[in-house]
């Protein structure tokens, strides 16, 4: 069992700067791939960025260039950095880790509780 523990959410300005950080119980490069996903009210949880064990990222449209998904394998840890922080950026952010393999081949994904992002002035 992969236990995924967020932190760093809270309350910025627009235009501000956050780090989110998500610390996992086993090494992270034994996970596939891990992500940071968003969710507001009513809507879908939605995809923000991802980062495979061999380091290559991915962005939804709405963040290029503005986050920055990044891992610390020696601290077992991704990170999640946010500039230039926009309203529609407040959501819940969650820790997400997807592993493959097994047999038969399984895919299981691993979430972390969630930390409140709001960006308002």
């Known amino acids: 069992q992969v236990q995924l523990v967020e932190s760093g959410g809270g309350l910025v300005q627009p235009g501000g700067s956050l780090r989110l950080s998500c610390a996992a119980s086993v090494n992270i490069f034994s996970i596939n791939i891990m992500g940071w996903y968003r969710q507001v009210p009513g809507k879908q949880r939605e995809l923000v960025a991802s980062i495979t064990s061999g380091g290559i990222t991915n962005y939804t449209d709405s963040v290029k260039g503005r986050f920055t998904i990044s891992r610390d394998n020696a601290k077992s840890t991704v990170y999640l950095q946010m500039n230039t922080l926009k309203p529609e950026d407040t959501a819940v952010y969650y820790c997400?880790?997807?592993?493959?393999?097994?047999?038969?081949?399984?895919?299981?994904?691993?979430w972390g509780q969630g930390t409140q992002v709001t960006v308002s002035s």
């Open positions: 997400n880790g997807v592993m493959i393999g097994g047999w038969p081949l399984q895919v299981r994904n691993y």
